[in-house]
């Protein structure tokens, strides 16, 4: 019994540890984003001697963040719904059509998992294409990078779906659309969102990307605000602070929103009669 006891309370200080590595950065964040220029150039966890709540107005207006987040939401959105949804398609196709071609597209899709991003070359295709410095460009980047992970993701749920279920909506007269939309698809709903919620707090949180394919301010997404308050000569840290958790919210949000859809969707997502 002593040995169960001290074991037991070994896993609690563990789990302990491993939460305050998480929550204590946050807190610093959090923290010194309401200090004042010298005070938040120290970083410490000692709460601020004068709270400033400005350093948040100063960010929106100098960051020009309005822009910045109107920019991430619509890479973010829209980038992660076309990405699911067409890697959703594929996956169902891959899965039920079992050809020696989409055995191999399958495993060349998969390939994208263990290859890094090559910006040079991938620079040059875009400029090539005239999606250079456009939004366009940089939703098709965002949308083909999560590509490999959906497909095997899904294609995983998808052999859990008996295929009785396919048949019988052939027999009813569903076409190939019908069939997928109206039957497949809602079935899909649990790792659809989990694919969602992943894919979207990578793309908002994404840095390389944007500044990679975009040199233009009225492209850059929050992220890149940083670089108004961050420079070789002066640092800002309570404006770098308080544009991360500015930044940080969103994520949050569709996080915790998606989170009590997972849940729904794995009860509804069962078979009834």
């Not at 719904?81 to 050809?99: D, E, K, P, Q, S």
């Not at 040059?124 to 999606?131: P, T, Y």
């Not at 809602?186 to 992943?198: D, E, G």
């Amino acid at each position: 019994m002593k040995k169960q006891k001290v074991q037991n309370a070994l896993k609690h200080i563990v789990c302990i540890l491993l939460c305050l590595t998480v929550v204590l950065p946050f807190y610093m964040v959090l923290i010194n984003s309401f200090k004042d220029k010298g005070e938040a150039a120290r970083m410490s966890l000692a709460l601020p001697t004068k709270w400033v709540f400005s350093n948040y107005a100063e960010v929106i207006k100098k960051g020009n963040l309005i822009q910045g987040f109107a920019n991430s939401l619509l890479y973010a959105l829209v980038a992660t719904t076309l990405g699911v949804v067409l890697c959703a398609m594929a996956a169902f196709v891959m899965c039920r059509n079992r050809t020696k071609l989409n055995t191999f597209l399958y495993y060349f899709v998969l390939c994208g998992l263990f290859f890094p991003v090559n910006y040079v070359t991938l620079v040059r295709v875009l400029s090539a294409l005239n999606l250079n410095d456009t939004r366009v460009g940089i939703v098709m980047v965002f949308t083909s990078a999560m590509i490999p992970f959906c497909v095997f993701t899904i294609r995983n749920f998808v052999i859990s779906i008996p295929v009785e279920l396919d048949e019988a909506a052939v027999i009813d007269g569903a076409g190939p659309l019908s069939l997928f939309f109206k039957i497949i698809m809602p079935l899909m709903k649990p790792t659809l969102v989990t694919c969602f919620i992943l894919q979207f707090m990578t793309v908002w949180s994404d840095f390389l990307t944007p500044l990679y394919l975009s040199s233009k301010s009225k492209l850059f997404p929050m992220t890149m605000a940083v670089y108004q308050f961050f420079g070789k000569n002066k640092s800002y840290w309570n404006y770098i602070f308080a544009d991360i958790v500015l930044t940080c919210i969103p994520v949050i949000i569709v996080y915790m929103i998606g989170q009590k859809y997972i849940v729904g969707g794995m009860t509804s997502g069962a078979v009834k009669e």
